[in-house]
């Protein structure tokens, strides 16, 4: 297989006009002035998340004060905190009749008073959509807060039905494809939350020029730390500027990978060519809270 050619199995369909359900999230979302992972990091989920009527939503701007060098958000000065933006998620998840809802944030290390690092955002927009919709379940995407217990705390003490962190990759890769973040520091914010009692999350890719061993490896980090459920995707490079794609997995190394977290784990596998942090979310929180 050419190692830089998107595979047939990772193409998705583009969303059609006709769509009513698609184009109705989207005209929500911009009366709403909202952002959503799902345009900023160009998930190929996009479609089949929008017509089935659910998105996640980024908070506290689109633009990120870290480089990963695998996503595709932009990396310039952020601007300021939107106050409104708290009610209008919530507005957002009613008008859309959203029962799980996933809010995610770019990274904000600027926001260092207070010990906020944009917790303060996320406690507020929890509060929102909690008021107006009290049915729905929320799942926070969270930066590692740089680590803050503080920040920590004013999500963790909110409960949300899932607290999520995502590792990205293995140790090795950190100076590459993460620069600015800390492989420990991830850990210890998942080990946090979970000691604190939460059903805790993470997600990593495949593709960026790991081994099996450090998959695995990873896999056990993350048990240690206790996480509930992990994700596992392909890496597709948004753009020529980011980190190029070093293999595509075949689908019987998705399985391998799969099994080696079943037999090993007591973690539920979301592990797919398409899986992203939130594919899949209820299905996944469900069975978790069911078997807890
Ligand atoms: S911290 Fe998150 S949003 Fe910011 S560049 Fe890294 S992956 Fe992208």
Redo the contacts with the bound molecule.
């Keep these: 297989m050419n190692k830089t050619r998107l595979p047939d199995y990772l193409k998705t369909k583009l969303p059609s006009l006709d769509n009513i359900r698609f184009k109705n999230v989207k005209n929500i979302l911009i009366k709403n002035n909202l952002n959503t992972v799902c345009d900023g990091a160009r998930c190929p989920n996009k479609c089949e998340c929008y017509s089935s009527g659910t998105a996640t939503f980024l908070i506290l701007g689109k633009t990120?004060t870290?480089?990963?060098a695998f996503?595709n958000?932009s990396?310039k000065t952020p601007l300021g905190v939107d106050e409104n933006e708290p009610k209008n998620v919530a507005n957002c998840v009613n008008e859309l009749g959203i029962k799980y809802c996933v809010i995610t944030s770019?990274?904000r290390d600027d926001l260092k008073n207070n010990h906020d690092f944009g917790s303060i955002q996320f406690k507020n927009t929890i509060n929102e959509v909690r008021y107006l919709c009290p049915d729905t379940k929320i799942e926070v995407l969270v930066?590692d807060f740089k680590g803050d217990k503080i920040a920590l705390d004013r999500v963790i003490d909110l409960k949300p039905e899932v607290f999520n962190h995502n590792i990205?990759t293995i140790k090795r890769l950190y100076p590459i494809a993460?620069q600015m973040?800390d492989y420990e520091c991830s850990l210890n914010v998942l080990k946090y939350a979970k000691d604190k009692g939460l059903i805790v999350k993470s997600g990593f890719m495949l593709g960026l020029g790991e081994n099996l061993d450090e998959i695995y490896d990873l896999i056990l980090d993350l048990n240690k730390a206790g996480i509930d459920i992990l994700t596992v995707g392909q890496y597709i490079q948004p753009s020529k500027k980011h980190l190029e794609v070093k293999k595509y997995y075949k689908q019987e190394e998705y399985l391998q990978i799969e099994e080696f977290i079943k037999k090993n784990t007591d973690i539920f596998p979301v592990v797919a060519p398409l899986a992203r942090s939130s594919y899949k979310a209820f299905e996944a929180w469900e069975n978790v809270k069911l078997h807890s």
Excluded: L, Y
Aim: proline residues 8%.
């Design positions: 990120c870290r480089n990963c996503c958000i990396q770019v990274t930066p990205e993460r973040a």
